[in-house]
């Protein structure tokens, strides 16, 4: 029979191969860049809360939107 503090001791001292490691997340590249926007407050409120509810971030949308932008109009200029 294994002592709890015993169970609790081994598993603390678990490597970073263990099983009960937390999964590693997906490394993504860093940004480096910034885009300064200016706009209303209530426009710019209102956005946020509403990626809020959707369970996405501002910065995520505006990402998106700029890369759906880019690859529909790639070429025209």
């Given at each position: 029979?294994?002592?709890i503090?015993?169970?609790?001791?081994?598993?603390?001292?678990?490597?970073?191969?263990?099983?009960?490691?937390?999964?590693?997340?997906?490394?993504?590249?860093?940004?480096?860049?910034?885009?300064?926007?200016?706009?209303?407050?209530?426009?710019?409120?209102?956005?946020?809360?509403?990626?809020?509810?959707?369970?996405?971030?501002?910065?995520r949308?505006?990402?998106?939107?700029?890369?759906?932008?880019?690859?529909?109009?790639?070429?025209?200029?």
């Open positions: 029979m294994q002592c503090y015993t169970a609790v001791a081994e598993k603390s001292r678990a490597g970073p191969n263990d099983v009960s490691e937390k999964p590693q997340k997906k490394k993504t590249a860093n940004k480096d860049a910034q885009l300064i926007l200016r706009l209303d407050k209530d426009e710019r409120d209102d956005f946020v809360a509403l990626c809020r509810e959707l369970d996405t971030t501002a910065a949308e505006i990402r998106h939107f700029i890369r759906k932008f880019m690859k529909k109009n790639a070429g025209k200029s």
